[in-house]
């Protein structure tokens, strides 16, 4: 379509679209609400506000000031925002701007805009919390993104947090460009010929893609490439036409670069010279599609001089028998950009894509293992052999049928990691769904651990599942655990565990038991599932008390997993005073999990080793690391009691960098069993048709250096569930902790 024509449909759409209500906040009252904007009832409850103010604002008379309170309770906040219909909108790339400014101390505020499909999912959302507005100064805020076509609602906000204020001034929402609906090929497998073609063509991808620093590379749309490339390279006959169509294919973003059959290394390519040279630099892997709130890793070009050391040599590798590439990890550059110079492509059409279509399935594939071929830290540890898992994978992808298999698909391959980060997310999660019962492993048995009161007639705490939905319950195990990632057995049942506590699309389950009051009879037993409620003391696996409780004299309880900061002001002085105290790590704390560590040491205590990949080659070739951590100095009172903590292997990440900090220090003996194994930053990103792919993108160490992954904290006093305990209605882990306390 030409430029006058785009423009005529840009026109012709904005006629039907809604635009923001008064977006530079000149009309209403001042001191009120501003007219064709809202507060959420929670939020003016807590103490926010938001009205039209006159005077120092961006542009025009008035703006919008919202006002915080610094005593909101736990995860509320100040938000002002607006609803529009998606009318106009859809298949349309657009841009939410507005200009902000914040003050006051601890203040933040972000903008935020949502997608929303007609059923109440989320087709996208943004809210800034990477990069918070904390500035005082006027500064405007761009998020740009693609509406799909079963957008129903674009949403779309500021939110405030903390005790300040923040003033917003002149809201747009622009369309910048049309979107194209992709075309839908269809389930086919794959020949060995196309499977190699495509080996090829990833193994390439990922090395121009993250190493090759040229202009042309770093301003390539790299999602649609992989797409492209798929499309372009699977069919070819021979290594001699594969050749020539990887060449054709990236010869425009990689010039440099060589391809040559393995058995005659070609001449090396002299390269234009220049003052400076151009690398790049990654920590982790910085991802344009990554969902990472504070992201912590980058991948950038760094220039040097030049100065008379030799350029580096290529990079050379086989993509595949008999076929070469050799890629330059190092450019000169000039003033008009990286030698050779030659043409930037323009911005390439706009596409919605869909796993429906086979092509998308297959780059997704390639662009997912690429990330994980060149960034995982953990390869070294987990044995995996990866290049096996891509041609598994991508010959499963070429004959998935859909999203709902797709989704296995990428599953088995994150699994593969073994990585309790590792998980897939469908772009249209299914409502979670559960039963009023709750279920684990125990003794390794499958069984019910507790009913809801009133809900669960019929079954008892105790009870073996024998099969769920009809399904034998080891074979539904081996389902679930096929596409869970786990570096621990402990982890991988804790999630199984979950997967089949949930619900199927009807909304119903239906299991086949062994009562334990009757072992060897059957009976089935069919419940009604209901949204979850977490942190409930229901629906915890086993029976806890109260969030903060006396469980004997002098020995208090306190759930970790629970509490709130308010919470733990509160208790403060009843621990200093207790003679016992137990803390229960089983799940993930908030920040009361290393308040609480503060007032058990006179000294300042420090977190595990934080290890970041610096990667400046292809498969993880040198790998180096740049190591950090952070401290947390005492604080009073000093609770001078014996101290208990309680954990198993549902405890990750920020559980195991608190429980990592009690084992190093000695602050307490732990009871249960192992954690997870699993600790360190996520680098989430999104892959094209919807799906997202979480995974850790660094390793952590233990305070003496010794591996983590896969290990775990153990504990001082190992304890298991037995059947028999669950049944007597027991939770034998705490049962054992308050008689150790009692003993001592």
């Given at each position: 379509m030409n430029r006058i024509g785009l423009l005529l449909l840009l026109a012709a759409s904005a006629m039907a679209q809604v635009k923001p209500v008064n977006p530079g906040f000149e009309q209403g009252e001042l001191g009120a609400m501003p007219p064709g904007w809202s507060l959420p009832t929670v939020g003016a409850t807590a103490g926010f506000g938001a009205k039209t103010v006159e005077g120092n604002c961006r542009s025009g008379a008035r703006c919008a000031m919202l006002s915080g309170t610094a005593n909101a309770p736990q995860n509320v906040f100040g938000n002002l925002m607006q609803v529009l219909s998606a009318e106009g909108y859809r298949m349309r790339r657009v841009r939410l701007r507005a200009a902000i400014r914040v003050e006051g101390p601890n203040t933040r505020s972000q903008m935020w805009l949502r997608l929303d499909r007609a059923d109440n999912s989320m087709a996208f959302l943004e809210n800034m919390s990477a990069n918070p507005v904390i500035s005082p100064e006027w500064k405007t805020y761009d998020i740009t993104t693609s509406v799909p076509g079963d957008a129903s609602r674009i949403v779309f906000g500021f939110m405030l947090f903390g005790g300040g204020n923040a003033w917003v001034d002149d809201v747009s929402l622009d369309i910048l460009d049309e979107i194209h609906q992709d075309k839908t090929e269809p389930a086919r497998p794959l020949t060995p010929q196309g499977l190699t073609n495509l080996t090829a063509f990833a193994r390439l991808y990922g090395y121009v893609r993250f190493f090759h620093?040229?202009?042309?590379?770093?301003?390539?749309?790299?999602?649609?490439?992989?797409?492209?490339?798929?499309?372009?390279?699977?069919?070819?006959?021979?290594?001699?036409?594969?050749q020539i169509r990887l060449e054709r294919l990236f010869q425009p973003v990689a010039p440099a670069v060589q391809l040559f059959p393995s058995s005659r290394h070609p001449a090396p390519v002299v390269l234009p010279k220049a003052a400076e040279i151009i690398r790049y630099r990654h920590s982790g892997v910085g991802l344009p599609a990554s969902t990472a709130p504070y992201n912590i890793y980058q991948s950038e070009r760094t220039k040097s001089p030049a100065g008379g050391a030799p350029m580096p040599e290529p990079f050379t590798a086989e993509l595949v028998p008999g076929l070469s590439a050799s890629v330059p990890l190092a450019l000169y550059v000039d003033s008009e950009g990286t030698l050779p110079h030659a043409p930037r492509a323009g911005a390439p059409p706009l596409y919605q894509r869909r796993t429906e279509d086979r092509g998308t399935r297959l780059a997704d594939v390639i662009i997912a293992w690429n990330v994980f071929q060149h960034f995982y830290p953990y390869f070294e540890v987990v044995k995996t052999d990866w290049p096996a898992e891509l041609p598994k994978a991508l010959r499963t992808a070429a004959t998935d049928s859909g999203p709902d298999e797709f989704e296995n698909t990428l599953g088995r391959l994150v699994a593969a990691l073994k990585d309790g980060h590792g998980r897939v997310t469908s772009a249209r999660p299914k409502p979670m769904m559960v039963p009023p019962l709750t279920l684990d492993w125990i003794e390794g048995q499958f069984v019910v651990t507790r009913v809801q009161s009133g809900k669960s007639e019929g079954i008892a705490p105790?009870?073996?599942?024998?099969?769920?939905?009809?399904?034998?319950?080891?074979?539904?195990?081996?389902?679930?655990?096929?596409?869970?990632?786990?570096?621990?057995?402990?982890?991988?049942?804790?999630?199984?565990?979950?997967?089949?506590?949930?619900?199927?699309?009807?909304?119903?389950?239906?299991?086949?038991?062994?009562?334990?009051?009757?072992?060897?009879?059957?009976?089935?037993?069919?419940?009604?599932?209901?949204?979850?409620k977490l942190k409930d003391m229901e629906t915890y696996t086993e029976p806890r008390p109260e969030k903060i409780a006396e469980l004997a004299p002098g020995i208090l309880y306190v759930d970790l997993d629970r509490v709130t900061v308010a919470d733990w002001t509160a208790v403060v002085p009843r621990l200093e005073k207790a003679a016992g105290i137990i803390f229960d790590m089983r799940g993930y704390p908030g920040q009361p999990g290393t308040l609480a560590l503060t007032h058990l040491t006179a000294n300042t205590i420090r977190s595990a080793r934080w290890n970041v990949p610096q990667v400046s080659k292809p498969d993880r070739v040198d790998f180096a690391f740049h190591e950090s951590g952070w401290d947390l100095p005492p604080a009073k009172p000093y609770f001078s009691g014996r101290h208990v903590f309680l954990t198993d292997g549902r405890a990750i990440s920020y559980a195991e960098t608190v429980m990592g900090i009690v084992e190093n220090y000695k602050l307490g003996d732990i009871v249960g069993g192992p954690t997870a194994g699993t600790n360190g930053n996520v680098n989430p990103f999104r892959l094209p048709g919807g799906f997202t792919v979480s995974w850790t993108g660094m390793k952590v160490l233990k305070h003496d250096g010794s591996q983590h992954h896969g290990i775990g904290i153990q504990p001082t006093i190992p304890v298991s569930r037995t059947r028999k305990g669950v049944a007597e209605g027991k939770d034998e882990i705490l049962l054992r902790a308050v008689e150790f306390l009692k003993a001592r």
């Open positions: 620093p040229s202009d042309q590379a770093a301003l390539t749309d790299w999602e649609s490439f992989a797409i492209d490339g798929v499309r372009a390279v699977e069919d070819a006959v021979s290594l001699i036409e594969l105790g009870d073996r599942i024998l099969k769920i939905d009809g399904k034998p319950i080891d074979q539904a195990a081996a389902e679930a655990r096929s596409v869970i990632s786990g570096a621990t057995d402990q982890w991988i049942r804790w999630r199984s565990a979950s997967a089949l506590s949930t619900c199927n699309s009807t909304a119903r389950m239906t299991l086949e038991v062994e009562p334990f009051s009757n072992p060897g009879a059957a009976r089935t037993v069919e419940f009604t599932c209901g949204a979850p």
